[in-house]
């Protein structure tokens, strides 16, 4: 089945902690995006990579770092510089500015 | 810069009803715009994509129309059931994707 992983589900950290969420995707897509999901907003565009070892900040890219050496992942770190870091994190792939698709997501929390 | 908005924010309806949701976006230079379920926790799907260039599509009890010189997009769901009940979020794609706030959905049965 091609598709969008994400993982884990759910992600427990203590402050001052960096953090790396996975991303991987089978769509064969050249583009990739981590948004970041807050209660009651929209989401947030935090990095994006439109080719491999090629990536560009997005709204809000302070204290996340992303990397891109497989067309096929995309992992996020998020670092103890992210001041707010508990949240529900979304990867997402595509085709160009075609359709986009979507993983099931990162729950973080952070205490 | 590119925004979206979407009205109402929440929306309550009796089973059976059809309803329609709105999309509105303040830069008419899009490529396409795609219409996102979202269920509690979950990541988004997929529900409609049109081009730039269409004014419409439709999937089952789904019907989402364009109108870019106005800027406004609707998603019409016919014969709503307790099964839509979820979030429904529209993006645009200019130089990158623009998302709206979502309109949360909850079918009565």
């Known amino acids: 089945d091609g598709g969008i992983t994400q993982s884990p589900k759910y992600l427990f950290r203590k402050e001052g902690q960096n953090v790396t969420l996975s991303c991987e995707q089978n769509l064969n897509h050249d583009a990739m995006y981590w948004y970041r999901q807050d209660p009651g907003q929209g989401l947030r565009l935090i990095y994006y990579s439109q080719i491999v070892n090629d990536f560009q900040k997005g709204d809000i890219a302070e204290g996340y770092s992303v990397s891109r050496e497989k067309k096929e992942s995309f992992p996020l770190t998020v670092t103890s510089a992210q001041k707010n870091p508990t949240a529900f994190y979304l990867c997402?792939?595509?085709?160009?500015?075609?359709?986009?698709?979507f993983g099931p997501g990162t729950r973080l929390t952070v205490t | 810069k590119q925004e979206v908005t979407q009205i109402p924010a929440a929306l309550s309806v009796p089973e059976g009803e059809n309803l329609v949701l709105n999309c509105s976006f303040t830069d008419s230079a899009i490529y396409n715009l795609q219409w996102f379920r979202q269920d509690p926790g979950k990541g988004l799907t997929s529900l409609l994509l049109i081009q730039s260039s269409q004014r419409e599509q439709t999937s089952g009890r789904l019907n989402a129309s364009l109108d870019k010189s106005s800027g406004r997009s609707t998603l019409y769901i016919a014969a709503s059931q307790p099964g839509d009940s979820a979030t429904y979020l529209c993006?645009?794609?200019?130089?990158?994707?623009?998302f709206g706030t979502g309109t949360s959905l909850t079918v009565i049965p």
């Open positions: 997402a792939s595509s085709s160009g500015r075609v359709e986009q698709y």
């Open positions: 993006a645009v794609a200019g130089n990158q994707f623009y």
